[in-house]
């Protein structure tokens, strides 16, 4: 996904003067050097100033770091820089909540979204394919309002088509589950031989809520579960108000939120600890769905 | 006011006292009060006539509490119109005790929060000096906002970047807790800033230091003015 993002990013800079990255170190070498591709060295605040400084001199800033420096190190430069200031810019992290466990907690950032979902504007994309970076990064870059996309190294086996809501990959009558990026092919797996629609989101905020509504119209249960492969429920609030005049049941998966994991291993260690792996969205599934048809 | 022309330093008192009522010497302790003025009426490229024009110097107030004198010398200017003076920090009025630059034609950024203005700063500048535009950036800073480490995050850049056409002007009133030794401006001067300290009180040192040629180096005026009165 990185190298999408950055090729995209590259070819959308030769004909758009107005776009310019701010880096801190993390990717310098993925960026050919030139004018417009700023390395400030270690410096996290200061990335994230000077490149609303570069919006409020008639750029579209791209701002490029780990998750954990991009958002949460210099939240308050994010908030109030880009925010308070009413400037776009579209900040691009990698590293999502443990791509690479063996760094452990200081390179882990599950909480981002929920971060971005205490700040008004903007719009979140997570994509779950590399195919699917070029497309909502040409798209943000195109716009000029305020855009957090969320790389990954972790991906599904195929692309689906970048829209604005959610997408229906299957359909169903016992309720809907909700897959945001990544996590799409382990719901897939987990809901195989279940009789429910799923949905994929590579945009999660704005939430389509309406999207969500008429899923759970088309069928029998007003029954939703949540996956996300961040912060556990960070979209509940969203999808509870999408709810809000519809009797109905919700349940979220996503990182645990009661304890910090201190344990290092791979990315698939950390899904099967919070039960993000198949067979833990497969016993949510069967909690909430009932068990699947017999197969054939 | 004066009856007739526009607006001068001699205003100014009037200005703030729609402000701040009665209180003896308050304008005159506002610590910002003479840089701004200098810089309004003899350094920058700005009017309220074209807020938005692409090449209008930049100011950005970063040291955004105590706004007052901005507010006197911007309605002293004609970005602000006077009588918003009257009820400023009420419900509907735009002026807060922070500025806010969507609320007030000619702030260039909204502060309050310190160590804001000077990164911004410089990416207002990396931006401007990237579309080929000559427009100078001033930002205001305070000698204790200097303690908050993105500005040195800041200062360090604008140096290795060369940014000529960025000027800092520190405020300085000690009022930092524990101090700068060796001064302010030695802490720009290790990072490739031209560096000048003046009498933040006297107009025609403020506007030298601010004029002078500083080539291939951001400047540093600090401005060194009296504690609280």
């Known amino acids: 996904m990185r190298q999408v993002f950055v090729d995209t990013v590259e070819e959308v800079m030769r004909h758009d003067p107005r776009v310019a990255v701010v880096l801190a170190e993390i990717s310098r070498d993925a960026f050919r050097p030139q004018e417009r591709v700023v390395n ?147 719901v897939l797996a987990a809901t195989a031989g279940v009789d429910v629609t799923v949905l994929y989101a590579t945009t999660v905020r704005p939430f389509d809520a309406a999207g969500l509504l008429a899923a759970v119209r088309g069928g029998r249960a007003n029954d939703v579960l949540l996956v996300e492969p961040y912060l556990e429920g960070t979209s509940a609030h969203l999808a509870a108000e999408a709810l809000a005049d519809v009797p109905h049941r919700l349940r979220s998966l996503g990182v645990r939120r009661d304890a910090e994991l201190r344990a290092y291993g791979t990315a698939e260690d950390h899904d099967s600890a919070h039960d993000l792996d198949v067979p833990g969205v497969a016993a949510a599934v069967r909690r909430m769905f009932g068990p699947p048809a017999a197969a054939a | 006011m004066t009856v007739q022309g526009k607006p001068g330093y001699a205003d100014l008192p009037a200005l703030f006292r729609r402000m701040t009522g009665d209180e003896k010497h308050e304008w005159a302790a506002a610590s910002t009060l003479d840089v701004l003025w200098v810089l309004y009426d003899r350094v920058l490229d700005v009017s309220p006539d074209r807020v938005d024009d692409p090449d209008r110097d930049r100011f950005l107030l970063s040291k955004g509490h105590g706004p007052m004198a901005y507010y006197a010398v911007l309605a002293a200017k004609g970005f602000l119109e006077p009588s918003l003076l009257d009820d400023w920090t009420s419900w509907g009025s735009p002026l807060g005790q922070h500025p806010d630059r969507v609320l007030v034609d000619g702030a260039e950024i909204g502060s309050g929060s310190l160590g804001h203005g000077l990164p911004l700063a410089v990416g207002t500048a990396l931006g401007l000096r990237l579309q080929g535009r000559s427009a100078r950036t001033v930002v205001l800073v305070g000698d204790a906002e200097l303690d908050e480490g993105s500005n040195h995050e800041a200062i360090a850049l604008a140096g290795r970047f060369g940014l000529d056409s960025l000027t800092t002007v520190v405020v300085d009133n000690e009022s930092g807790t524990h101090g700068w030794p060796g001064g302010v401006a030695a802490r720009f001067a290790v990072e490739g800033w031209q560096t000048s300290t003046v009498d933040g009180r006297d107009h025609g040192a403020l506007h030298d230091a601010f004029t002078q040629a500083h080539p291939g180096r951001p400047l540093a005026v600090v401005a060194k003015v009296e504690g609280e009165r």
């Open chain 1, 40 to 186: 400030v060295g270690i410096r996290e605040q200061a990335m994230v100033g000077v490149g609303a400084g570069l919006a409020l001199a008639g750029m579209r800033p791209v701002v490029h770091s780990y998750a954990p420096f991009l958002v949460e190190r210099p939240f308050e430069q994010v908030k109030l820089d880009f925010g308070h200031q009413d400037v776009g810019g579209v900040l691009v992290s990698i590293g999502a909540s443990y791509d690479d466990p063996a760094w452990g907690r200081t390179h882990q950032a599950p909480g981002d979204v929920a971060l971005f979902d205490t700040l008004p504007g903007w719009t979140v994309h997570v994509p779950g394919h590399p195919d699917e970076v070029g497309p909502l990064v040409r798209r943000a870059l195109a716009g000029e309002d305020r855009v957090y996309i969320r790389l990954s190294l972790r991906r599904n086996a195929s692309p689906h088509p970048v829209v604005e809501g959610f997408t229906e990959v299957r359909r169903g009558a016992r309720g809907v589950v909700v897959a945001v990026g990544p996590v799409l092919d382990t």
